[in-house]
């Protein structure tokens, strides 16, 4: 099956700077890979999500670029603010027409805003 | 709240006792999915619906686990005999099949966290 690793399991930068979390994935027909965000006690939450035909995808201060050939994709946050601290995951699947794989996360990634 | 509910939102058991979950998804999607989460761990997945077909279980599942989606709409997912090691988040999330596209997002809810004393 599907394998998922992410790293760093915690990440602390300066608010106002970048922060960088990778995953790497075993299947090379995973085609799906949706990062979400979960604050403390709350539900994950869908931020951005890349599809393999793209290489890279961004929303406002959020970036994800998908490295097919090395099986990787990256989330990158610029200009960081307090409220990006929370817990990261990674995520990719199988996606096909007419049926669905169920996601394999990663482990998380802490990331925490210094003021 | 047009999101996705499950309840309770907390549950304490003594082992051995047996438990249920229920989950609504979003009213248009019409699949389904459990997952559960441990401290520090993503999400784990459980098990997958689309419309009232299970279609798929993980080996996680284990023969304690039961999961029903009778009319399409709501899911419960029953534990039976629970042992301490059933203690978690179970998360549902459910999403709409995009037809010939495939791929979709999922959306979960604030799930249901699970303690077996």
């Known amino acids: 099956g599907e394998n998922v690793e992410q790293h760093p399991s915690t990440l602390s930068v300066q608010e106002g700077d970048s922060a960088v979390i990778k995953c790497t994935y075993s299947d090379s027909a995973s085609n799906y890979f949706p990062w979400y965000k979960q604050e403390l006690g709350k539900r994950p939450q869908l931020i951005i999500d890349?599809?393999?035909?793209?290489g890279e995808k961004k929303d406002q201060r959020i970036a994800v670029t998908l490295n097919k050939t090395a099986k990787h994709f990256s989330l990158h946050i610029t200009e960081t603010q307090p409220e990006d601290s929370a817990v990261y995951f990674c995520a990719a699947s199988k996606r096909s027409g007419g049926g669905a794989d169920g996601l394999t996360f990663g482990k998380g990634t802490h990331l925490i805003i210094q003021p | 709240d047009t999101g996705v509910s499950q309840d309770p939102r907390h549950k304490i058991t003594k082992r051995g006792q047996n438990v249920t979950f229920r989950c609504d998804p979003i009213?248009?999607?019409?699949?389904l999915y459990w997952y559960r989460q441990t401290l520090g761990q993503g999400p784990e997945f459980l098990t997958y619906?689309?419309?009232?077909?299970?279609?798929?279980k993980s080996r996680l599942l284990s023969d304690r686990f039961s999961a029903e989606r009778p009319k399409g709409s709501f899911s419960t997912l029953e534990i039976q005999r629970t042992e301490q090691g059933d203690s978690a988040m179970y998360l549902c999330?459910?999403?709409?099949?995009?037809?010939?596209?495939?791929?979709?997002?999922?959306?979960f809810g604030s799930g249901t966290q699970l303690s077996v004393l």
């Open positions: 890349i599809r393999s035909n793209v």
């Open positions: 009213s248009e999607h019409n699949r």
């Open positions: 999330a459910s999403s709409s099949d995009l037809g010939l596209r495939g791929n979709e997002k999922l959306f």
């Open positions: 619906f689309q419309n009232e077909a299970q279609l798929e």
